[in-house]
């Protein structure tokens, strides 16, 4: 039972990290860009969720406000600060990333205050029981909207024209752009989805944790670079089969390895590890 | 139907084609021959919109397309093969066909594919493939294919021979003539000589990126001058 308990709590966890880790690697696919302020989104995401909660009282409004306005915030950051740096090296942009997460990380702080915020009612507090399987309906919710979302994507990226035409783009940009293929809109709906599914896990995390604060958004970020290149960078398969099984191995390094590690020092053992056995990741797609 | 003026492209300050003109009439196939470095591959790629045109013109059915985008090329009516292909080696065959249809109204994929399985039926076993998994053969017919999703009235094309085994390149050519007699109009660009001067009807010959001959197929068959361009300016 406890193992059962145990890989449940990692998927959840893990689910988390994938909505988080698949909106970056999609970036990093399409511009080969490590968008560090991806995480500031999530924040961002986390703090609309719980500002419209507590005005409306509803939270499902809320979650699909924070996934638009993120999607918007996210276009707009790749058109204010990527797109005039598209043609400098990688590392350019690198630094303007970390850049934009250090300054949204204050301006949440001088806009909400230091100290975080949550819903004024707590949410989704009933216990959901499946056979001998119990969990918060909160942690059912992380579950849930990570498999819908992450299908979505998949059947948005395998079975529409759009999503064939966005994976052709990210192979060879300048043979899809001979077919007809507009990449520069392909590049701002990439920033969208990704940053709307940034939003959507800083949604669902505010709701698990029922808290959010301006430096929230750290380790996701520090912990989703690092599942994007455990995943193999670029590869989005890859980074979601990373992130689960990033969750699971930190559910029980909790358990067995807590008395002397914190629990995301576990997945920095894990990452250097792999890293030191396979340096192109465990799902390199070539 | 195509109309280069005085073409001069190349890449950054490296000059590959210089003061370039010939002509392309409807239903014709125009080889370009010559050495190799003698600028081929960047006059297809500049009628394309893949190269950067630094004088002269392009006129495409009476319309000058020297600035217009690779896309709005492809709307107008001309595809591409490339040398070496260039397939999504992650996207299936049939996604590849999508994507090589996608600047069309999307309810005539199904037809367009028909006609290119037609075209090449051993395509038709391998469509749910990574194009990266097929022989050079099949993704030699898989890039042509693609190219004639869009329905192109003029298909430009790299190195149809390249790499391939003479069946499969016969398998190429044929649907090439093919097509040809449908109407198509086709700039091809081709190492081996007997093949091409078999299918085209005219040849403009590079040295240097310069004309240095052109003339009907006939008249090239045999030309020393012809030869000599393409063996690399030996004259025979």
């Known amino acids: ?286 | 139907m195509l109309r280069v003026d005085g073409l001069t492209c190349g890449y950054g300050r490296f000059v590959a084609v210089r003061d370039l003109s010939f002509a392309a009439q409807q239903g014709e196939a125009l080889a370009i021959l010559g050495a190799n470095g003698a600028g081929k591959s960047s006059t297809l790629m500049a009628i394309a919109g893949h190269v950067a045109v630094g004088g002269g013109t392009i006129t495409f059915d009476g319309e000058d397309i020297t600035a217009l985008s690779p896309m709005g090329r492809c709307a107008r009516g001309i595809a591409l093969a490339p040398e070496g292909r260039r397939l999504f080696r992650d996207l299936t065959v049939r996604e590849n066909l999508i994507v090589g249809g996608y600047v069309r109204d999307a309810r005539r994929t199904d037809e367009a594919m028909a006609r290119v399985l037609d075209l090449f039926p051993r395509l038709k076993e391998r469509l749910d493939n990574q194009a990266g998994s097929l022989s050079g053969g099949e993704q030699q017919m898989a890039a042509i294919g693609r190219a004639m999703m869009a329905a192109p009235r003029l298909l430009l094309i790299d190195e149809v021979s390249l790499g391939l085994m003479p069946k499969n390149v016969d398998i190429c050519y044929e649907a090439l003539d093919a097509l040809r007699r449908g109407g198509l109009t086709i700039v091809l660009v081709e190492q081996s000589l007997e093949r091409v001067l078999a299918m085209a009807d005219r040849v403009v010959v590079l040295e240097s990126g310069r004309l240095a001959w052109t003339g009907t197929a006939a008249q090239a068959r045999g030309n020393p001058e012809v030869l000599g361009a393409y063996m690399g300016g030996v004259r025979a």
């Open chain 1, 1 to 286: 039972m406890l193992h059962v308990e145990l890989v449940l709590q990692g998927l959840i966890n893990g689910s988390m990290y994938a909505v988080i880790a698949v909106g970056l690697t999609l970036v990093y696919g399409l511009l080969r860009i490590l968008h560090v302020a991806h995480a500031g989104l999530f924040t961002l995401g986390a703090y609309i969720t719980v500002l419209i909660t507590n005005a409306t009282g509803s939270l499902p409004l809320a979650v699909l406000a924070a996934t638009l306005v993120v999607g918007v915030a996210g276009m707009l950051v790749y058109r204010l600060l990527y797109e005039p740096l598209l043609d400098r090296p990688p590392y350019v942009a690198l630094i303007a990333s970390i850049g934009l997460f250090i300054c949204m990380e204050e301006s949440y702080r001088i806009v909400f205050g230091p100290y975080g915020n949550s819903f004024d009612t707590m949410q989704l507090t009933q216990r959901i029981t499946i056979g001998p399987i119990g969990m918060a309906a909160a942690d059912a919710a992380m579950l849930v909207g990570a498999v819908v979302l992450l299908t979505g994507l998949g059947l948005l990226m395998k079975r529409t024209r759009f999503g064939i035409a966005w994976r052709a783009t990210v192979t060879d940009p300048a043979m899809a752009r001979s077919f007809g293929i507009d990449t520069i809109k392909v590049r701002y709906v990439n920033f969208f989805i990704a940053s709307a599914l940034a939003a959507a896990a800083g949604a669902l995390v505010a709701v698990l944790n029922n808290l959010v604060e301006p430096t929230m958004g750290s380790v996701p970020s520090y912990k989703s670079l690092a599942i994007i290149v455990l995943g193999g960078l670029g590869n989005v398969g890859g980074t979601l089969a990373a992130a689960l099984l990033l969750g699971v191995i930190e559910a029980y390094g909790t358990i067995y390895a807590g008395a002397f590690l914190d629990r995301d020092a576990i997945a920095f053992v894990f990452l250097i590890a792999v890293l030191m056995v396979r340096p192109q990741g465990l799902f390199a797609a070539r």
